[in-house]
Nanobody, 123 residues
């Protein structure tokens, strides 16, 4: 499993951004794919996750109603559509993969991590 995140950038409050994460390795250990983020001086936090089938998703409270996670198993890609961005969404966003069949919101179940992509929202 090799995860590559992309799509970050500098946007203004209220703008939208779409992040993508592509697995260039074996898809077998990516039953659940999630996004986490880490702002300077803060712990890494769960943002959103999705199971392999796409039938189960989970979102962090701070992004519910604004962010949408999706995946395309044929392309080994998971995406995060971020709308109504706020300055507090500024962080490095990481995609991660887990072999669990449910979306875990803590870090330990995630065996594989991408390199992160910076999202900066200006006020």
């Amino acid at each position: 499993v090799q995860l590559q995140a992309s799509g970050g950038g500098l946007v203004q409050t209220g703008d939208s951004l779409r992040l993508s994460c592509t697995n260039s390795g074996r898809p077998r250990e990516t039953d659940t794919m999630s996004w986490f983020r880490q702002a300077p001086g803060k712990e890494r936090e769960f943002v959103a996750g999705i199971t392999r089938s796409g039938t189960s998703t989970n979102y962090g409270d701070s992004v519910k109603g604004r962010f949408t996670i999706s995946r395309d198993n044929a392309k080994n890609t998971v995406s995060l559509q971020m709308n109504s961005l706020k300055p507090e969404d500024t962080a490095v966003y990481y995609c991660a993969a887990s072999t669990l069949f449910v979306v875990a919101t803590t870090l330990p179940p995630y065996k594989y991590w991408g390199q992160g992509t910076q999202v900066t929202v200006s006020s």
